[in-house]
């Protein structure tokens, strides 16, 4: 049971926009912590896509965005394509039980 | 460019000692301005944050594993290490390590992971 609650999945048809949700709590999100998104491929290191909440790394492309409202954030993929399809987790900071980073459970992405 | 890399046994018994370390080239880590992770996954699960180290020494863990769980750090040979005790087949995961920022903690450099296996 992940502290972030994610779906478990989502799918979409190339070119289009798809948004992950990552529900927290008042002692996360809804605390004022920042969110990160990371994409994981199979076989290869989980990559950092957001961070801050909203903020895109050099080289991630701008089709990928993030936002974030009271005890919730989203990631939004825009012009969806087929190299997009893999894991997506978010992740913050818990204050509750002497503080500790927590993740979602994951967002299993289909590009159809 | 900032590069991890995980080692250590590939397979563990059960009630055994799980030891890994992660080895950090193209940057120091004694930086003030990054903290240090390990975090892991499950086969079909997601992932979850074992521990994070400073560079100073001090470390905390993730509540569910901190009774078995010391991370350690040896800033002469820029590495850090883990170390899990008393393993059972659900410490099998892939074990990810990783740089952890330390304002806005979000874990922007990662190894390839290793996969450990806990069998007899």
């Known amino acids: 049971q992940s502290v972030l609650t994610q779906s478990p999945s989502v799918s979409g048809a190339p070119g289009q926009r798809v948004t992950i949700s990552c529900t927290g709590s008042s002692s996360n999100i809804g605390a004022g912590y920042d969110v990160h998104w990371y994409q994981l491929l199979p076989g290869t290191a989980p990559k950092l896509l957001i961070y801050g909440s909203k903020n895109r790394p050099s080289g991630v492309p701008d089709r990928f965005s993030g936002s974030k409202s009271g005890t919730s954030a989203s990631l939004a993929i825009n012009g969806l394509q087929a190299e997009d399809e893999a894991d997506y987790f978010c992740q913050s900071y818990d204050t509750s039980l002497g503080g500790f980073v927590v993740f979602g459970g994951g967002t299993k992405l289909t590009v159809l | 460019q900032l590069q991890l890399q995980e080692s250590g046994p590939r397979l563990v018994k059960p009630s055994e000692t799980l030891s890994l370390t992660c080895t950090v080239s193209?940057?120091?880590?004694?930086?003030?301005?990054?903290?240090w992770a390990w975090i892991r996954q499950s086969p079909g699960k997601g992932l979850e944050w074992i521990g994070t180290?400073?560079?100073?020494?001090?470390?905390y863990y993730n509540p569910s594993l901190k009774s078995r769980v010391t991370i350690s750090v040896d800033t002469s040979k820029n590495q850090f290490s883990l170390r899990l005790n008393s393993v059972t087949a659900a410490d099998t995961a892939v074990y990810y390590c990783?740089?952890?920022?330390?304002?806005?903690?979000?874990?922007?450099?990662w190894g390839q992971g290793t996969r450990v296996t806990v069998s007899s």
């Open positions: 990783a740089r952890e920022e330390t304002r806005t903690r979000e874990l922007d450099q």
């Open positions: 180290i400073f560079s100073s020494g001090s470390a």
């Open positions: 193209g940057g120091s880590i004694g930086r003030s301005s990054y903290y």
